[in-house]
């Protein structure tokens, strides 16, 4: 009875061993991330329901690469469960003109700050690029 335990034990300890191993490892998903923010007024106000969408740029038009949220009460916002890669983010809120940051870069496992979108009243133009969150500022 003895044997029969430690022979137990032996292959229950080696399958554990076995799915830590390096190889094993390279085969579990990468970890995803996050972007965030907050969506103001010129004004310095949040804007509330402002809809942001983050447009993965590595992927497939097909594979539905975009996610999207809405900023809550305070004007934050969290895109989550992002695959690792490049995205642009864009801002869309009724009587807001659209705003756009062309370029943001996700890694495994990372959160984005990305600041204040600061969004600019529709008047004329409908669309403003945005860099680091701020309107018309192509640094």
Do not use: H, W
Request: proline share 6%; with cysteine.
């Amino acid at each position: 009875m003895r044997k029969f335990t430690f022979v137990v034990f032996a292959a229950i300890a080696g399958v554990g061993f076995m799915a830590t191993t390096p190889k094993a490892q390279a085969r579990q998903e990468p970890l995803v991330g996050a972007i965030n923010g907050i969506v103001k007024a010129r004004t310095g106000s949040a804007i509330s329901e402002a809809t942001l969408t983050a447009t993965n740029l590595d992927s497939d038009p097909g594979d539905n690469p975009d996610r999207s949220t809405v900023s809550g009460p305070d004007g934050a916002y969290a895109i989550v469960d992002l695959p690792p890669g490049r995205y642009s983010i864009t801002a869309r809120k009724s009587g807001y003109r659209t705003c756009t940051v062309p370029l943001v870069t996700v890694a495994d496992g990372e959160a984005v700050g990305m600041g204040a979108f600061t969004m600019v009243r529709a008047t004329g133009g409908s669309t403003a690029r945005c860099y680091r969150g701020i309107p018309g500022q192509g640094r």
